[in-house]
């Protein structure tokens, strides 16, 4: 058995309170982690801290300079046990994004389509939500029986599987 993290967070950038306002959720921000630490994680957003108009498939360090700059971070973190085959799946399905990550872009377009409630992705561009939703439906970790590009953070506390295990500071964490 092996376990996972998910981490809902509130990053308090201008765009984490745009999401906030339109979803009335406390957390605007959905990544996902490999180890208990949640030192790594990986998700979708962007990839300069300076500028949201570059994103994509992100791998973010804790003490990188994203955390430096938003390090009142808040966060509510799950731990979901998985078998050693969804695991590698999983772990498969990240080391391939990260080798092609210039690949992968952020989904600006989807996130006003999904307002509207219109189910059109495009392929490799994803919002954060979508991108951990898809992660869990690939590895057959989780299926959220709707479609993927219409997961929001907020729909992560409902898989029955998962506990939390912490809220609170990301960087205290």
């Known amino acids: 058995m092996n376990k996972i993290y998910i981490i809902l967070m509130h990053t308090n950038t201008m765009p984490s309170k745009i999401?906030?306002?339109?979803?009335?959720?406390?957390?605007?921000?959905?990544?996902?982690?490999?180890?208990?630490?949640?030192?790594?994680?990986?998700?979708?957003?962007?990839?300069?801290?300076?500028?949201?108009?570059?994103?994509?498939?992100?791998?973010?360090?804790?003490?990188?300079?994203?955390?430096?700059?938003?390090?009142?971070?808040?966060?509510?973190i799950y731990e979901l046990s998985i078998s050693d085959e969804q695991y590698l799946a999983l772990k498969n399905i990240l080391e391939t994004m990260e080798e092609h990550e210039q690949e992968y872009k952020y989904d600006?377009?989807?996130?006003?389509?999904?307002?509207?409630?219109?189910?059109?992705?495009?392929?490799?561009?994803?919002?954060?939500?979508y991108f951990v939703a898809y992660l869990l439906n690939q590895a057959k970790i989780y299926n959220f029986n709707k479609k993927l590009c219409f997961v929001y953070p907020?729909?992560?506390?409902?898989?029955?599987?998962?506990?939390?295990?912490?809220?609170?500071s990301y960087i205290t964490y």
């Open 19 to 76: 999401v906030k306002t339109f979803t009335r959720y406390k957390y605007s921000h959905v990544a996902i982690a490999l180890d208990k630490s949640c030192n790594t994680l990986y998700s979708f957003g962007r990839k300069k801290v300076n500028s949201i108009i570059n994103g994509g498939f992100v791998v973010t360090e804790k003490t990188g300079e994203f955390f430096k700059k938003f390090n009142k971070t808040e966060c509510k």
């Open 108 to 129: 600006f377009c989807g996130t006003v389509l999904r307002f509207f409630k219109i189910p059109i992705t495009f392929k490799n561009k994803y919002v954060c939500s």
């Open 154 to 168: 907020k729909d992560f506390e409902n898989i029955q599987e998962s506990s939390e295990i912490y809220h609170g």
